[in-house]
C-alpha cells in the first residue's frame, strides 16, 4: 500500500553501483483513448537508451525490455496513473497502479526515484466520509483519491415521522421523544463504530455529510476528540453513489489542504526570518539535510533545480565546484537535486509538505525551506 512507511522504506534503498529504472506514466483512458501512452514510453525509452552510458546501459536494458513488454500487454488493466520501480539486477520491482494520473518520466539512477510518489501522497492524503441520518449511516475511506465504502449501519426500530391520530394512541410530544430516544441510541451506535474505525485506521480526517439536523445531532454527541477531526460537513442524501459522495466531499478537501499550506508556510517563513531553527532556499536546505536536521521539508509543487552532487560520497551542491570539499572526489552534474534532496529528508525521517496551492509565498524565497529539529 502506497503510504508514508512505504515511502520511507523505498528512499533507504541505495543501489550503489546497480543502477534503477523508475517510470512514471500517464495511462488516463480520458487523455489516451487509444493506447498512446504505448508510443509515449518507447519514445522515452529510445530517448534513455541513446542518452545513457553503455555501461550502465547494459545493466538496464533487461529492465527497460521488461516494463515495455509488460506496459504493451496489460493495456486494459491500468487506471489513470502507472508507476514502475525496477532493477533486475537488484531483484527489485515495485508497481503502483495510481487512481491519480503522473508526468510521464523514465529516470536511471542509483536509487528509486520517488518523489512523484512523494507528491501523490502529499496532495492526495487519506481521509473518512460519513453520511449520517436518523436511522441509517454509511462509512467511506478516500486513499490516493479513490473512494471505497466500507461499511453500513442500520436501525431498523427506529419509528418513522409522527402521523396525525398518534401512534398506539400517544400523544405527540410523547411519540416524539420516543422517536428521539431511539435516534439517540442509533447515533450512539455510530458513534461507537465510527470511533472504532478511526483507530484501527488511524485516520485524523473527515468529513460529514447527510441532512442539516442528523449531523447536526450526530456532531452534537461526539466526544471532542472526535468532533475535532471534523473538517468539513456538506449536504447529501443517503442513497447517493460514492463517486457522488466523493464529488461532495473534495471541494471541502481542497479549502482543508489549502488553510493547511498557508499555516506551514506562513510559520515556515516567520521563524526563518527571525533565525528561529527554519531555512529558506535550495542551498540552506541541502546544507540542513546534509547535517541531518531536517524536521518538516516543505516545497512548490513541480519545482526542479539541476546541480551536482559528489560521485563517491554523495554530497549535494547547487555550486559547480570541481572536487568535493569533503572526500576530495570529483562532483558531477545532475539534473534532479530537489528530488535527491527530498528523498534524504524522508529517508531521515522528515515529514514532507508539498504546496499544491498557497505557492506565491513560498516561490519569492526560493520555492524550498525546512523546519529544523534543531
Known amino acids: ?13 541505495q543501489g550503489n553501483e546497480n543502477y534503477y529504472v523508475s517510470l512514471y506514466l500517464n495511462v488516463n483512458p480520458v487523455t489516451n483513448p487509444k493506447g498512446e501512452y504505448v508510443l509515449h514510453l518507447k519514445n522515452m525509452i529510445k530517448e534513455v537508451s541513446e542518452n545513457t552510458e553503455k555501461g550502465v546501459y547494459k545493466k538496464i536494458k533487461s529492465d527497460l525490455e521488461k516494463i515495455s513488454a509488460y506496459v504493451t500487454s496489460n493495456k486494459r488493466e491500468f487506471r489513470k496513473g502507472l508507476a514502475l520501480l525496477s532493477s533486475e539486477e537488484q531483484g527489485f520491482r515495485r508497481e503502483y497502479n495510481l487512481s491519480v494520473p503522473v508526468k510521464n518520466t523514465l529516470i536511471v539512477d542509483n536509487a528509486p526515484y520517488i518523489k512523484p510518489l512523494i507528491d501523490i501522497v502529499d496532495n492526495n492524503p487519506g481521509y473518512l466520509i460519513l453520511l449520517v441520518e436518523k436511522d441509517e449511516a454509511r462509512i467511506f475511506v478516500v486513499h490516493l483519491g479513490e473512494i471505497v465504502e466500507y461499511g453500513e449501519i442500520k436501525t431498523e426500530d427506529v419509528p ?6 398518534g401512534w398506539f394512541a400517544l400523544a405527540e410530544a410523547h411519540y416524539q421523544r420516543h422517536i428521539d430516544y431511539h435516534v439517540g441510541l442509533h447515533l450512539k451506535e455510530v458513534i461507537k463504530k465510527l470511533e472504532s474505525f478511526l483507530s484501527a485506521e488511524q485516520i485524523d480526517l473527515f468529513f460529514i455529510g447527510g441532512s442539516e439536523e442528523a449531523v447536526t445531532m450526530f456532531k452534537d454527541m461526539l466526544p471532542e476528540t472526535v468532533r475535532s477531526r471534523i473538517k468539513g460537513q456538506f449536504a447529501a442524501e443517503m442513497f447517493l453513489k460514492p463517486d457522488e459522495v466523493l464529488k461532495r466531499a473534495e471541494p471541502l478537501l481542497s ?4 488553510a493547511k499550506e498557508k499555516k506551514i508556510v506562513d510559520e515556515l517563513i516567520t521563524r526563518a526570518l527571525k533565525g528561529n531553527q527554519a531555512v529558506l532556499g535550495l542551498a540552506d536546505v541541502i546544507g540542513a539535510v546534509t547535517e541531518g536536521r531536517v524536521h518538516k521539508l516543505v516545497f512548490v509543487k ?5 546541480g551536482f552532487k559528489c560521485v563517491n560520497c554523495g554530497l ?3 555550486q ?14 545532475i539534473e534532479y ?11 531521515q525521517g522528515a515529514t514532507v509538505e508539498v504546496l499544491a496551492y498557497e ?13 529544523l529539529r534543531f
Not at 559547480?320 to 552534474?333: Q, R, T, W
Request: glycine share 8%; aromatic share 4%.
Open 320 to 333: 559547480n565546484i570541481p572536487k568535493c570539499p569533503y572526500c576530495g572526489n570529483d562532483m558531477e552534474p
Open 255 to 258: 479549502v482543508y489542504e489549502a
Open 359 to 371: 505557492t506565491a509565498s513560498l516561490k519569492e524565497k526560493g520555492n524550498i525551506g525546512a523546519i
Open 316 to 318: 549535494l551542491s547547487v
Open 302 to 306: 513541480d519545482y526542479t533545480e539541476s
Open 160 to 165: 418513522g415521522k409522527h402521523k396525525k391520530g
Open 337 to 347: 537535486i530537489v528530488e535527491l534532496v527530498v528523498q534524504r529528508a524522508v529517508e
Open 1 to 13: 500500500m502506497l503510504n508514508h512507511e512505504e515511502l520511507k522504506d523505498l528512499s533507504e534503498i
